[in-house]
């Protein structure tokens, strides 16, 4: 059984058990075990508020009626505004939870898929053009494992200064995401084969809990919200969301959803595990100083000890299983590295441009922590 080493030198086992559990037995932290708290609606969300001509023909279609928004239309929306983006969301939601009162089959509704695909293309095209380019996989990474002297992005502003409502704004935008945490990189698993599935698959269970239920890093998010005061329904935040929330979510749904894009996808889930271990770090470093509660602090300190031992066995079994075995994937690999951290810069620049004018980053404000609805 292959070995990686782990923080502090500690060498873990890259696949075959758990790699929390590993962790925890070389000297890591035990669980905690806080109480799952996250609501689960069989019926999913309530569909969102439109923000535009496209998502309001996706919003009306999902809800019954017979207009699809035209492509010349499709066309014409901005590549990263909230209206292609939240049409693109509704088109992808389908494929997880679904909507309350939408029918089961639209997910695979003709006329819907070919919106979606027109929206991909819109985006897709966008992101190709913006995303910086990298001569080679090991370029990328490299420039993604150098942490910057004096940081300036989102958790370096919340592990410094960040006050309780920033903490609380900036959960209530991840929640569209950590509410499914890993369940998008899902869709990579049977495109992958041999030591990169293996990899893949082991790092997916240990995002699961390893087999139980009350480790399931989205359950530890929807307790991490519990003592925020937020809402810990699935969906709660969608109205609230800004686009660039919007479009990093809606990055590994286009990535998972396309065999063609298995590459980028491997490259997004690297970027996120090799940045989330000392951003989190931070993360608990801010929860800790606003005293948000043990459950905050207890989901990044998770990721701060898990994450170090995943960003190893994604970039030497993952990543480097897949180039054993599809080499031409290389650029695929490199444009989903840098496409994760273009929108994430774009999704920073949002945030800290609101909250260091006194502003909320968010569409719609939330309510006061003490009448905050817990689910």
Same mark, same amino acid.
């Given at each position: ?51 535009? +001509? ?5 919003? =009306?279609?999902?809800? /019954? ?7 010349? +239309? ?14 693109? #969301? ?5 494929? #997880? ?7 089961? *089959? ?23 053009? *913006? ?40 959960? %209530? ?12 990189? %899902? ?21 699961? /809990?390893? /087999? ?24 709660? #935040?969608?109205?609230? %969301? ?41 993360? %608990? ?7 948000? =509660? ?5 989901? #990044?300190?998770? @990721?701060?000890?898990? !994450? ?8 030497? !079994? ?38 260091? $004018?006194?502003? $909320? ?6 309510? !006061?922590?003490?009448?905050? @609805?817990? $689910?």
């Amino acid at each position: 059984m292959r070995s990686v080493a782990g923080p502090q030198g500690r060498r873990v086992r890259s696949y075959g058990v758990s790699l929390h559990v590993v962790w925890a037995a070389a000297g890591g932290p035990a669980s905690v075990g806080y109480p799952a708290r996250m609501a689960h609606d069989p019926h999913g969300p309530q569909l969102p508020a439109a923000r535009g +001509t496209v998502s309001a023909a996706v919003r =009306g279609y999902l809800a /019954g009626s017979d207009a699809l928004p035209a492509a010349e +239309t499709v066309a014409l929306a901005s590549a990263y505004g909230d209206d292609l983006q939240l049409a693109l #969301y509704l088109c992808y939601e389908l494929h #997880y939870r679904g909507f309350a009162g939408v029918a089961p *089959d639209r997910e695979w509704d003709p006329g819907l898929l070919r919106v979606r695909a027109a929206l991909e293309h819109r985006f897709l095209t966008a992101l190709r053009e *913006d995303t910086p380019v990298h001569d080679s996989v090991e370029d990328a990474l490299a420039e993604l494992l150098v942490e910057p002297v004096e940081g300036s992005g989102v958790s370096h502003f919340l592990a410094a200064e960040g006050e309780l409502w920033q903490l609380r704004e900036y959960a %209530a935008q991840r929640s569209l995401y950590h509410l499914k945490e890993a369940d998008p990189h %899902a869709w990579v698993l049977p495109r992958l084969w041999g030591r990169a599935k293996a990899a893949m698959a082991a790092v997916e269970f240990d995002e699961w /809990g390893g /087999g139980r239920p009350d480790r399931v890093h989205a359950r530890l998010f929807a307790d991490l919200m519990t003592d925020l005061g937020l809402d810990t329904t699935y969906g709660r #935040y969608l109205d609230a %969301a800004c686009a660039e929330t919007l479009a990093t979510v809606n990055l590994m749904s286009l990535f998972g959803l396309h065999r063609a894009l298995r590459g980028a996808l491997v490259g997004h889930f690297a970027a996120v595990e090799i940045t989330s271990s000392p951003g989190s770090r931070r993360l %608990a470093q801010a929860m800790r100083r606003a005293d948000a =509660g043990p459950a905050a602090v207890h989901f #990044y300190d998770e @990721h701060v000890e898990a !994450d170090a031992v995943h960003e190893q066995v994604v970039r030497h !079994d993952v990543i480097g299983g897949l180039l054993d075995e599809e080499p031409h994937l290389a650029p695929d690999i490199t444009f989903g590295l840098g496409a994760t951290g273009h929108l994430e810069d774009r999704l920073a620049a949002r945030l800290l441009s609101a909250w260091r $004018s006194g502003e $909320s980053s968010l569409r719609t404000p939330l309510p !006061d922590q003490e009448k905050a @609805h817990i $689910s």
